[in-house]
């Protein structure tokens, strides 16, 4: 069975604390995605990677990096975690091309708590 | 830029009664419709999607969606749910430059 894997599923982590959260899939996809989901706003797109090394700007990249140093890796990052990035974080994958297609494969999610 | 609309954020429906999840898009091009759903604690799961041809598509579970072009509209429906159906809605678009947008979401409750 194919998979997305987030290596958190819970993490609590404290204002200023430098946060990575990790995505493998296993699928041999081209293209990943993070997103977070908060109640009322749906799902907003942070950062997303055609490839490795690559990396785009979602809607919502301010706070934020990331890294694809291999295919199947893409690893968000939180420079200094603040409040107002508490949130639940999904990892997506997808194949290319022609993309959005097919519908995205997400991973459990990971529910950061920052205090 | 596209868009979508879900108009309602949450839907109580008792077992065994019809439901309908409401969706509306906006594009100026052409589209690719996706419902996903989220149970508790999990990430999403594509349900069903509408690409091309027959615009009416089915779930193995029993839910459909209706693409209509004039009303820009794909919304859900099952004819009879049940308590496992619980969970969150989510309508999305994407196109061919990759662009997928959500919307914010409907929560399907089933009572006994």
């Known amino acids: 069975d194919v998979k997305v894997t987030q290596s958190s599923r819970y993490l609590v982590k404290r204002t200023g604390e430098k946060v990575f959260l990790e995505c493998v899939q296993d699928m041999d996809h081209e293209n990943m995605f993070w997103y977070r989901q908060d109640p009322g706003l749906g799902l907003r797109l942070i950062y997303f990677?055609?490839?490795?090394?690559?990396?785009e700007k979602g809607d919502i990249p301010e706070g934020y990096s990331v890294s694809r140093e291999k295919k199947e890796r893409f690893s968000l990052i939180l420079e200094s975690a603040s409040t107002n990035q508490t949130s639940m974080y999904l990892c997506?994958?997808?194949?290319?091309?022609?993309?959005?297609?097919?519908?995205?494969?997400f991973g459990s999610g990971t529910r950061l708590t920052v205090v | 830029a596209q868009s979508v609309t879900q108009l309602d954020s949450q839907v109580p429906v008792f077992e065994e009664a019809p439901v309908e999840l409401r969706c509306n898009y906006s594009?100026?091009?052409?589209?690719?419709l996706f419902w996903y759903v989220q149970y508790p604690n999990q990430g999403l799961q594509l349900l069903l999607k509408?690409?091309?041809?027959?615009?009416l598509v089915e779930s193995i579970n029993g839910f459909e969606a209706e693409f209509n072009k004039s009303q820009t509209s794909f919304h859900l429906r099952k004819p009879s749910v049940h308590i496992s159906d619980t969970a969150e809605y989510f309508c999305?678009?994407?196109?061919?430059?990759?662009?997928?947008?959500f919307g914010a979401g409907t929560r399907l409750t089933v009572k006994p």
């Open positions: 997506a994958s997808d194949n290319m091309p022609p993309t959005g297609k097919r519908g995205y494969t």
């Open positions: 594009s100026s091009v052409s589209v690719y």
């Open positions: 999305a678009v994407s196109n061919n430059n990759n662009d997928m947008r």
């Open positions: 509408y690409l091309s041809g027959s615009t």
């Open positions: 990677s055609y490839d490795v090394k690559m990396k």
